[in-house]
């Protein structure tokens, strides 16, 4: 099993940007897939961005592509997502997962472990 423990979110107006981090611990997660999903209010929870775990390469969805960029770092144990161009239809708490394998999934059930979450709020 994989500790993921998310920070970085707040309040930021449109346009602006976040970077939010993500810690493992636990397991060696190093040739996980790992991704970012969020969940609005009302809303089922979403994929965000995934990232390899043989090499590296992302995916993103349509509707943040051009916008966030996800990154890891096998040696500290973190993946990061950064953020630009907010909107306000990116507020949501976002969740960091992982999954047992390295090839991404866009589905929620596709993953083992997940975050507590947190929260990102997108002023107009």
């Known amino acids: 099993q994989v500790q993921l423990v998310e920070s970085g979110g707040g309040l930021v107006q449109a346009g602006g940007s976040l970077k939010l981090l993500c810690v493992a611990s636990?397991?060696?997660?190093?040739?996980?897939?790992m991704a970012w999903f969020r969940q609005a209010p009302g809303k089922e929870r979403e994929f965000v961005a995934a990232?390899?775990?043989?090499?590296?390469?992302?995916d993103y969805a349509d509707s943040v592509k051009g916008r966030f960029t996800i990154s890891r770092d096998n040696d500290k144990n973190t993946v990061h997502l950064q953020m630009s161009s907010l909107n306000v239809e990116d507020t949501a708490v976002y969740y960091c997962a992982a999954r047992l394998w390295s090839t991404v999934s866009r589905a929620p059930a596709g993953y083992d472990d997940w975050g507590q979450g947190t929260q990102v709020t997108v002023s107009s």
């Open positions: 990232i390899s775990g043989s090499d590296g390469s992302p």
């Open positions: 636990g397991r060696t997660f190093s040739r996980n897939a």
